[in-house]
């Protein structure tokens, strides 16, 4: 039978994890000759007004896309800002304008997708401007604006631009989830993962 179980601890000495059985609430250590750490990744979401406001969505789990699909399911939607202009962004920005929706994609750097070249870029915003999807490029959000009933409406940037908003998607990329691995003493790199060598043994 399949059951859900978190890890709450790692003890490196004595080579065992703290596990806790979602669905009983037993916790016991299960012990380890080789640990692999694979917990993922964690959305980032800057502390910016209105952040968890309603209407306002990640895209991280099934959970996320079927919330935002049924969102979009309810026709109450009809503009989309999105926020960050990367390959999730990108394909959430997509997937609203084949439904015809009016679509803003803003991103604080120059061209999309920072993963690859500006030059490529800069073929690639081409691309989804001629797709229909409105880009706002150099321009950082700074809070998003709610309504009396909570409900985000507005998106503001550094640049003073208000883009009203039936819907905000985040696509802002993610962090390594260390917390595990943080509190077991395991040294940290310099870009907030875990450090590994060669091997990618901690
Ligand atoms: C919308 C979207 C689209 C994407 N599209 C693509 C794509 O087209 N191609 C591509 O290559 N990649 C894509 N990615 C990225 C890809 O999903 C990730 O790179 C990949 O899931 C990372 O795998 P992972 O195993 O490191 O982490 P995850 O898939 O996040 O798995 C981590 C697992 O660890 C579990 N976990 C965490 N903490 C604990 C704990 N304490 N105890 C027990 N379990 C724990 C979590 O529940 C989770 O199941 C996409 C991501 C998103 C969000």
Known sequence: MRTRTEVTAIDLSARTVRARDLDHGREYNEPFDTLVYATGSVPLRPQISG??????YGVQTLDDGAALRSELDSERVRRVVVVGG??????IAEACRVRDLDVTVVDRSPTLVGTIDPDIGVFLGDAVRAMG??????EAVVGIETGHDGRAIAVHTDAERRLPADLVVLGLGVRPDIDL??????PLGTSGGIAVDARMRT
């Open 181 to 186: 691995a943080q509190r077991a003493g395991i």
């Open 51 to 56: 952040i968890d406001a309603a209407g306002v």
């Open 86 to 91: 990367g390959y999730i962004g990108l394909e």
């Open 133 to 138: 999807i409105a880009l706002v490029h150099s």
